[in-house]
Structures are given as C-alpha cells and as structure tokens.
C-alpha cells in the first residue's frame, strides 16, 4: 500500500482542496463542453470513513491476526482520522486497534515471526506507534515488541514489484524511529541495495493495474524517506509514471490487466497521480488525478457491506492511500490535458529498455472520445501471460464497453482474440471438470516461463516440476509424457515408467498401467482436505528456445464419479546465470505466449489505426497479424489474418468476443446490452442508457458461428461469441470482425443489415451505416487504412 507522506504536516495541507478548487478545466468531447471541479477529497474520506465504520467490530480484527496488514492499515487511517477531525473517538479506534495487534503479538510471539503478507506491516504499524506515542497512549513493553517484530517485517527482498518496495519503506520508516537498532544498519544496506537494483532498470517489473499503483506509490515514499526525491526526475523514472497517465481512458476508468480487478483499490491511483503533479510540477498528472476520482468515486464507490465487518475492514486498507493525498505538499497547478492520442506505450524490461507494453487507440484523452487498448507484454510479477494481442478494454462515449474478466481468467480462450485450438479440443472454451479416467493433454509456451533479457538467452535448464494437489474427495492423479517440444522434434523429460524422480516419506507414487505413451504413468495419491505439494528431485534438463518452445504433458485422474480438481502444474526454469523461475499453469488453459514483431499505432483525426504482428502464435510456426481501426463514431473494425504452420494443419481457428450479456442474435451477429448496471459519465451525471454492442463477424467459406455461456474462472460467467472453421499448413485466413456500439433506437438487426464487407487478398472494405450516414473503413495489407463517410 502507499504510505503518507510525513514531509507536510496534515493541518497546513488540508488546504489543498481550497487551492485546487480555482481550477476548472473544460473538455469537448463529442462537442458538448463538460466542467469539473477540484475533487473535495478531504471529505469523501471522513464520510466514507464514516460509513465504513458505522458498526466497528473489534471481534473481526481478532480472527484478522494471521494478516496484521489489515489492523495495522486500520490503526493507521483511525489515527489520520483524529488528525483530520480532532474527533475523539478516532483516536481510541487506533488505539484499541493496536491494542489488539500488541496484546495478541505479546501472548504468543509466533504470530509475529511468521504471518501474511509482512512485506505491508511494518510502515502503517509504525505510522500508528508514532501517533500513539506523541498522544501518550503506549503501554509498558510496546516499544520493546515493536522492536522485536521489525527484523522480521524488515528482511531483505530484492524484487522490483509492490511487495520489495514497500518492505524497504518499512525499513525507512523503521530507521527513522529507531536508528539505534541493533539491525539498523542491515536495513540500511537493505534498502540501498534494493533501491540500486530497481532504479538500475527505472521501471517495476509488474504488469497489474492496483499492483503498479501500490509500487509507484512505494516508490515515490522511498525516495522521500531515503533523499532520493531528485533521482525520479531522471526522464526514464518519469516516463514510468507518464505511460500509466496515457494509458488512462478518456472517461477516466483505469484499464484491467493481470492480477487485477476493475475499479478496484482506485485510491492508489489518485495519490500517484497528484504526487506525480508536484514531483514534476506537470498540470496534466493532475488533471489524470480528477478524473480517476470523477470515475470511480461514483462508478466504484466503497460501501458499507453488511453482515460481515471483514469486508468493511479491508475496504479502510483500500481509503487509506485517499487520506494521504492530503498530506502533500499545496500547489497552485491547474489541471490540463496529456498530448496522448494512439500511442504505443514501452517500458524497461530488465534487460531491455524500451519493450512494448500497451497499444492505445484513442484520438485523445477529452470524455466521449473511443479508447481501446491491448496487450503487448504479458510479463512480470502478477502478469497473465495469455494476453498478448488481446483487447483488455474498450469504451465509447465514456461508457466501458468491455474491460477485462477479473484477476482469475487466464486461459487465452477467455480474451478477444483469434483462437487456434487441436480438432480434438473443446471450441472455443474447456468443461471446468473433465470426466475420470479421460486423458487431458496440457501445452506450456516455455516463453511464458521467462523474461527480460533471458529471451536472448540461447540455453535454459528445465530444473523441477511440482504439483499441487487438493480434493475435497479422494482420486488418484496420473500424469504422463512429459516433454518437450519445438523446431528439434521432441525431447522426452520423464516417461514415467520408473519412480526414480519421484520420493517422499509418506510414500503416495505408485506406477499405472494406465498409460499415455509406454507402459506406465506416475500415480499421486491425494489426501481429502488437504492442499498438498509433490516436488521430483529435479531433471536439470537444458535446452534452447530456439530447439523447443513447448512443454507438453498429459494427465487424468481416477476417481468414482466426476469431482472438480484442484491442480497447479508449477514449473521451475534455471535460466543462465540467473535465478531459478516459478511459474504455476493451471490445466485446461488455453496458453498462449506468442512473440511480439511488431506494434504501431497512429490517429487522422478522430480515427485511430493499430497493427500488432505475432509470432510462435499458439504453434511455433503460425503466425497472426491483427489490424484494427477505430472510428469516431466507437465503431471497431479488426481485420485478423492467421498464417498455420505445419502444426496448426487441421486445427479450428477463429475470432472470439466475450460479452457480459445476451440479447438478440442472427446468423453471424451478437448483440449485448452489457453489464446489468448503471454508469456514471465523467460530470457525475448518470448515462440515460448505456450503449449495446454489436459484434458481428463477416461470413466465409467454411465458416460458423456460435456463442457459448461456459462458467469461466473468478465468478464471471460472459457469454463468448465466435467464428470457427478448419485450417490448412500454409493457406492464410483473414477474419474480419466489426464492434459497434448503438442506443436503444436501432435495432441490431437493422445495423447488421447495413454492414458490407468486400474482404480481398490486398485490401478489406468495411462499410456499416450510423446516424444517417455510410462509414467506409478501408485496410490494406501494408498498412495503409482510410475512413469516409458519405450522407
């Protein structure tokens, strides 16, 4: 979490608001001028407070003990609170708050050398003690406890992610209250170290929207508690922070990506972006600031959740980084506009500078103007590999669209892209539990193992497997064939015709004669209840990623009836003279981590146009080239071209759309009103009706339709819409896929009446009728595009 600032005292900055309030700035989306104020945000904060509050449980922070993070967080914002107000009774809420903790932490000292999440205690919990202590409100033995817990909560971590950084403001905020510390110079050494090793790439190594807005909140603390402030006003450090202001949309939504949920822990954002306004005295950071709060205060408020303080609890953690932005310095900036429009933002990959993050497609930032944007990197901590080239959010007339389907859809089936799948495999999604004793064949990019500078190496160890194994009912696991697979043939990793690899003292592998290949599978045992991991002794296997790209295996399970299996397939990769690599797959994702070749973006106008090129595309010889334009009208035409490889010969390809809802449909069109909710537009008026989208998919030989309602992974269950047909070794295949966007005025039927499309070798015409007027979208091969309209 980011962490207040202690370099301007709360009562002088409570002004901030009565300075920014002077400044309004004027947008003209769509030709309709809208004003917005300065955010109130000291308010927001006391009456969500306030809100969130209203039947505070100290019972439920108790069964909170195994993640301080919460109580500490809590004790924390109750002490800001006092500070803001002068209220009382905010000031005995951080203190029962950390009576909890410290009482709980005295009677049993376990607690304290191992809990979760460590690396976000130690800065709120010594936030809180400070407070506690100039209020005269410690007990006997509270420092001598704290002292005792922060060798613990200060270890050394050197990741340039969230985690790592705020750990090393932990230690910061440690060495500033107890520079007598017997480990105060570790920390130090600690912290310097990690500050070197991060600043060394000037960019974070995360690729999850609220993860990034917690590591740059980190970041920008670190440097005050250490005097590195002057350091981020390097232009590389500072194009870290500009690529997520443009990757904004024009509503002022933050896109989904990664491990990340939509318009949630927006508050990390607000205080990014406000920091970044004074750091580089840059009006347009502010202006970002406003408009993520315009968005999200009325779109995603934080609200009381009944029945369960827990909740309630978490939801203070998420305000807290709101409360901070009042601790800043004033500033008399106004707020104005970035010069973003289409753009293809990049970032310092370790080991490769300037590698391609996001493609953008939006003629500028003003509300109402359409916004796409799609994955290019898929890498780093809390990534989903299986993004790239897809489209992770979309909007038109400052509604979304589509944005991404929450933290747990990896599988590349559950993105907006072309699918290529095996004949033999489910299209275009995967049954969640497979029947016993079926066998299901698993494949794994090995490029989704690595990163940064390890894809330019030429060799890399296969070291381990582990499985992790949990059931609610007893079955036995098999797995078989495990391999690799790529340009050199196959490579055969462990046939499993032995136990060899495979010891543990409790003795659950046995040999089947169930078997994929050969005579035997290795049998694993699995204890009901438990959630176990069965490590081999490693197979140390080198290879290149020019030889073998994939890694293969199969598996099933041998139970009574059909049981849901819960399986994680981790990998271990020792890449040279680097770290070993985890990375969990999950079974029955579709993987894909295809190579980026190419990535450009361009706006005439109010048009935009982008091109992504990929490589290795689900087979290492496929390839997929995605043109799209968008028009100012929201309307999205992709054109997808897929060239199979000899591996691909016989597969089933085709564009896939998710949609949250269903409508109407034709023979080759999809109409969704979207999400059953209401939106808010960005003057904190709510939209009279959200548009519907059509998605329609030009016909060609060979070709269906369908769309699916798969239950998909992390709750959401959209409906996902396709066009499918087999593919050959060699011949190319070009799908064509329009999105418009229209009110409750027409009818669906009626645009995909209207909609031409003339698909030649050289060039696609698209052409779709909106308000009275023919739209003409023109794509050539090369790159060349064109947009007309004609009355």
């Known amino acids: 979490m980011p962490f207040i600032s202690k370099g301007a005292t709360l009562a002088a900055s409570v002004g901030l608001t009565a300075v920014l309030a002077v400044a309004i700035w004027f947008y003209y989306g769509k030709g309709n001028p809208a004003s917005m104020n300065a955010p109130d945000y000291k308010s927001y904060v006391i009456s969500t407070y306030e ?40 000031a005995e809420q951080a203190e029962k708050t950390f009576r909890v903790l410290m009482d709980e932490w005295r009677r049993n000292p376990e607690l304290y050398r191992k809990h979760d999440n460590p690396f976000f205690v130690a800065e709120p919990l010594l936030h809180a003690y400070a407070y506690l202590q100039s209020a005269g ?28 950084l705020s750990r090393a403001v932990g230690a910061a905020e440690a060495l500033r209250l107890f520079p007598d510390h017997p480990d105060a110079a570790k920390w130090k050494a600690n912290i310097d170290e990690l500050w070197n090793y991060w600043y060394a790439n000037k960019d974070l190594n995360e690729n999850a929207g609220h993860y990034n807005a917690i590591g740059l909140s980190a970041v920008i603390r670190l440097a005050e508690l250490t005097g590195r402030t002057q350091q981020l006003q390097n232009g590389e450090a500072r194009s870290m922070f500009e690529r997520y202001r443009d990757q904004l949309s024009p509503s002022g939504a933050v896109p989904e990506y ?21 750091m580089y005295d840059d009006s347009s950071f502010l202006e970002a600031a406003w408009k993520t709060f315009a968005f999200h205060s009325k779109n995603y408020p934080l609200r009381y959740a009944p029945g369960s303080f827990d909740d309630n609890l978490w939801s203070v953690v998420i305000l807290y980084p709101l409360a901070e932005v009042l601790s800043l310095p004033e500033t008399s900036l106004g707020a ?96 969640s539990a497979p029947e016993p004793g079926v066998w299901q064949h698993e494949s794994i990019p090995v490029r989704g193992l690595i990163a940064g500078s390890m894809l330019d190496q030429e060799s890399f160890t296969l070291d381990a497997i582990t499985l ?95 049981t849901d299996i819960d399986f994680i397939f981790r990998v271990t990769v020792n890449p040279t003279d680097s770290v070993p690599v985890d990375v969990d797959f999950y079974p029955s994702d579709t993987n894909l981590v295809p190579l980026l070749k190419q990535a450009e973006a361009e706006s005439r106008r109010k048009d935009s146009y982008g091109l992504i090129r990929l490589d290795e595309y689900y087979t290492f010889d496929s390839k997929l080239t995605r043109q799209m334009v968008l028009t100012e009208e929201g309307a999205l035409i992709l054109v997808d071209e897929l060239l199979p490889g000899p591996l691909a010969s016989g597969y089933t390809a085709g564009p896939l759309w998710n949609l949250y809802s269903l409508e109407a449909q034709g023979p080759n069109w999809f109409d969704s009103p979207g999400e059953a909710r209401s939106w808010y537009k960005p003057d904190g008026t709510e939209a009279s009706a959200a548009p519907s989208l059509l998605v329609y998919y030009a016909p060609g030989e060979g070709r269906t339709f369908g769309a699916v309602n798969v239950p998909m992974n992390g709750g959401m269950k959209p409906y996902t819409t396709f066009a499918r047909q087999t593919v050959a070794s060699g011949s190319k295949v070009r799908f064509v896929t329009l999105l418009i966007p229209h009110g409750s005025g027409e009818t669906a039927a009626e645009i995909a009446a209207s909609i031409r499309v003339d698909d030649r070798p050289e060039e696609t015409l698209a052409e779709f009728t909106r308000s009275g007027r023919t739209v003409r979208v023109s794509i050539g091969g090369s790159g060349m595009w064109s947009v007309e309209r004609v009355q």
């Open 51 to 90: 809100e969130l509050t209203r039947n505070l449980n100290y019972d439920a922070m108790r069964k909170r003990l195994n993640d301080p993070r919460r109580l500490a967080f809590f004790a924390a914002m109750a002490a800001d609170m006092h500070k803001l107000t002068g209220n009382a009774k905010y």
């Open 137 to 164: 409100k410690l007990e006997d033995g509270d420092e001598e406890l704290l002292r005792a817990y922060l060798p613990y909560a200060n270890a050394r971590q050197m990741t340039d992610n969230n985690q790592g």
């Open 258 to 278: 990664g491990d990340d949920y939509f318009g949630s822990e927006w508050q990390a954002w607000i205080y990014v972006f406000e920091a970044a306004a004074r």
């Open 336 to 431: 104005s506009g970035a010069e973003a429009g289409s753009l293809v933002t990049r970032r310092n990959e370790p080991g490769r500078p300037g590698t391609p993050d996001k493609l953008i497609l939006g003629a500028d930032r003003a509300p109402g103007t359409p916004y796409v944007m799609s994955e290019l990197y898929g890498r780093g901590y809390h990534s989903h590999t299986n993004r790239i080239g897809a489209l992770l959010y979309y909007e038109a007339g400052g509604i979304p669209l589509f944005h991404g389907l929450t933290r747990h859809n990896r599988s590349a089936t559950d993105a907006n892209i072309v699918a290529l799948l095996p004949p033999d495999e489910p299209y275009p999604a995967a049954v």
């Open 468 to 562: 992790r194994l949990a059931a609610n009912k007893p079955y036995t696991f098999a797995i078989d064939h495990l391999r690799l697979e790529g340009p050199a043939g196959v490579k055969v990793i462990d046939d499993f015709e032995t136990l060899a690899q495979w010891e543990r003292a409790d003795r659950p592998y046995s040999l089947g004669t169930n078997a994929v290949e050969g005579n035997h599978a290795l049998h694993v045992r699995v204890k009901p209840g438990a959630s176990l991991f069965y490590r081999n002794k490693g197979y140390r296997t080198t290879f290149s990623l020019q030889d073998y790209t994939t890694i293969k295996y199969d598996w099933t399970y041998i139970a009574a009836e059909r």
